[in-house]
């Protein structure tokens, strides 16, 4: 069965720091497709970064980049010089070849202190 | 970017009554609509999967009678919820995705949708 884990419940980081947020994810589908969400207060989930299993090289979008490391099934989302606005609810997510739905993490709730 | 949005942002309602939510893909044709449903402090949970023209297909344990989804047109699916009662409060959330582009591999959320059943 397809599962994700974070197993970050929460963060606390200092601003401009760069945080990791963790997930690994079980799956023996080669194709499959890794997203990450940020979900405010507000409740809205953003998008911030999507990588496909056959990507050969690590997605990046502005300060968000995605560290995929394929053998060891993990798909941690880096951000880098972190800022207030960035503390939020992160969702790790899958979606696999043929399929619509996606699976999410448990999340990991961030915040930046500054 | 992709936009969708959801109407109403919340709502509450006396135990009963029926209620109906709104999602709208604003700048894209959305082949697909999925509703979710969120819990404080929890993840999301798929309700429904919904594509246009045709039933949804529920997620086990889903009441679809409990649950009616409406996904008549490209850009716009409804959820209502039948004879809502105090259990069925919670976080309503919808996605859409497109066939076609680079992205379609994206679901792209609405705002979602606080129901407050007293």
């Known amino acids: 069965a397809q599962k994700i884990t974070q197993t970050q419940p929460g963060m606390f980081v200092q601003e401009k720091e760069a945080v990791t947020l963790d997930c690994t994810y079980d799956?023996?589908?080669?194709?499959?497709?890794l997203f990450w969400y940020k979900q405010p207060s507000s409740g809205e989930m953003i998008f911030l970064i999507y990588?496909?299993?056959?990507?050969?090289q690590n997605a990046t979008e502005g300060r968000y980049s995605l560290n995929f490391q394929k053998a060891r099934k993990s798909a941690n989302l880096v951000i880098s010089a972190s800022q207030l606005g960035d503390s939020a609810m992160y969702f790790c997510?899958?979606?696999?070849?043929?399929?619509?739905?996606?699976?999410f993490g448990q999340g990991t709730r961030l915040t930046i202190n500054p | 970017g992709a936009v969708v949005s959801q109407h109403p942002s919340w709502v509450i309602c006396k135990s009963g009554t029926s209620v109906k939510i709104e999602c709208r893909s604003l700048?894209?044709?959305?082949?697909?609509m999925f509703w979710y449903r969120q819990f404080p402090k929890q993840s999301l949970m798929l309700m429904a999967t919904?594509?246009?023209?045709?039933?949804?297909?529920?997620e086990q344990g889903v009441e679809k009678d409990k649950f009616l989804i409406n996904h008549a047109s490209l850009t716009l699916s409804t959820l209502t919820v039948t004879s809502a009662h105090p259990e069925d409060s919670s976080f309503y959330i919808c996605?859409?995705?497109?066939?076609?582009?680079?992205?379609?591999?994206?679901?792209?959320f609405g705002p979602g949708t606080r129901l407050l059943v007293l």
């Open positions: 996605s859409a995705t497109t066939s076609s582009g680079e992205d379609q591999e994206t679901q792209y």
């Open positions: 799956t023996s589908d080669p194709s499959y497709g």
């Open positions: 990588q496909g299993s056959y990507d050969q």
């Open positions: 997510a899958m979606k696999f070849l043929g399929a619509q739905k996606l699976v």
């Open positions: 700048d894209f044709q959305a082949t697909t």
């Open positions: 919904s594509n246009e023209g045709s039933k949804a297909t529920y």
